[in-house]
């Protein structure tokens, strides 16, 4: 376990490894599931072994906590890589197993419930022209779920922010060779998934510019990081990320995923307290930047998302989507639906009956 439980509470852990959780702690607040019929589409979850498993069946006592999640869509996180051959390549074994995983889902193994119903996986991009065969291969593979890879360019020079286990070069989206094998994504069909800090939101909005035809899907509401250097001038940091937010939402080829917000990036001391928060206090917190990037792109180009297991570390999976139906409790019907589902299935070309009640 990630920490001690003693006697219903547990003790603080002050900045424990990343991505660890502590089920017991979780446990120690349940919840009554918000608008439990409302379809779900998780459009951001991994699988993994590593300092904790999250394999399916983690992933399936999850997604059948409560809500109605009804599919979702695996975003590479480095797992099940091929050792042998070619290392360009070795990416390949990822986006093989994952597919394997949805065939069980999509074989009834687990009922009615469609995870990994999308895969997004990861090419390197600064291999140049070259990665437009390891994206064909990856198609190959999942020729029905691939649908993009995710090339993660978030780096900070704090190390409090740059917490990433392999974090990548500096300025990786300003990369000529980067760059050039960005040009194969369109051509497939196939979307990217952008992952950086605040601070790189120009970098990430002039590479939006530069391929137009190209579906960018924005992950954890653009990164906003309001520790180390960026925690003594939180309101200045908010602005700043939000007039990118904006920027990046005036482009019509872009999306933005909504969550994220349980890490520790944002500076909350959830995953420090001696109980789980409720959603109804993650629901204040996190109201700001959820609505941000709503009002800047819309329901039908925002969606919400999971991020677990690494947010597993702050809230459970059943706390987590009650937290999102709070933030949104005024909303319409439609715009619900998108958010929670259609949107999520526009934007990875999933099945529509995924979306239905």
């Known amino acids: 376990m990630v920490s001690d439980i003693e006697s219903g ?29 409302l379809p779900i589409i998780d459009p951001h979850h991994h699988l ?49 197993y994952v597919n394997g995983v949805a065939a069980a889902f999509a074989a009834g193994y687990y009922g009615n419930l469609r995870a990994c119903s999308g895969i997004v ?33 978030s780096w900070d020079a704090s190390p409090e922010v740059n917490m990433l286990m392999h974090p990548p070069p500096k300025e990786l989206m300003m990369d000529k060779r980067f760059r050039e094998g960005f040009a194969e994504l369109a051509p497939l069909g196939l979307s990217f998934d952008a992952y950086c800090y605040h601070p790189q939101l120009p970098e990430l909005i002039d590479l939006v510019d530069t391929f137009p035809n ?15 250097p960026y925690r003594e001038s939180l309101e200045s940091n908010f602005l700043h990320w939000k007039t990118n937010i904006i920027s990046l939402a005036e482009r019509p080829n872009t999306y933005v995923k ?33 609505e941000t990037c709503i009002e800047a792109f819309g329901p039908d180009r925002s969606m919400f998302e999971s991020n677990f ?5 702050s809230v459970s999976y059943r706390t987590l989507w009650n937290t999102f139906k709070r933030i949104v409790s005024e909303y319409s019907a439609e715009e619900k639906r998108d958010l929670f589902a259609r949107t ?12 239905q009640n």
Not at 220 to 228: A, D, S
Not at 263 to 288: C, H, I, N, Y
């Open 121 to 153: 996986g990861k090419v390197d991009l600064t291999i140049g022209s070259r990665a437009g065969g390891v994206l064909e291969a990856c198609l190959a593979r999942a020729p029905d779920r691939f649908r993009g890879i995710r090339q993660m360019a």
């Open 48 to 96: 993994w072994h590593r300092h904790d498993p999250y394999l399916p069946s983690e992933l399936v006592k999850d997604l059948t906590s409560g809500h109605q999640v009804r599919g979702s869509v695996f975003i590479e996180c480095g797992f099940m890589y091929r050792t042998d051959g070619d290392a360009a390549f070795s990416s390949i074994g990822e986006v093989e």
């Open 309 to 313: 297991p690494v947010d597993k570390a």
């Open 258 to 290: 909504v969550g994220g917000m349980g890490m520790r990036g944002l500076g909350f001391d959830f995953v420090d307290r001696d109980l789980p928060p409720t959603s109804e206090e993650l629901s204040k917190a996190w109201q700001p930047f959820a």
């Open 9 to 37: 509470k547990r003790k603080k852990r002050g900045a424990p490894p990343l991505h660890l959780w502590d089920d017991e702690w979780l446990e120690l607040r349940t919840e009554d599931v918000i608008e439990p019929s």
């Open 214 to 228: 190209t579906r960018f899907i924005i992950n954890h509401i653009g990164g906003l990081q309001r520790v180390g």
């Open 344 to 355: 999520a299935i526009n934007a990875y070309r999933l099945p529509e009956h995924l979306g």
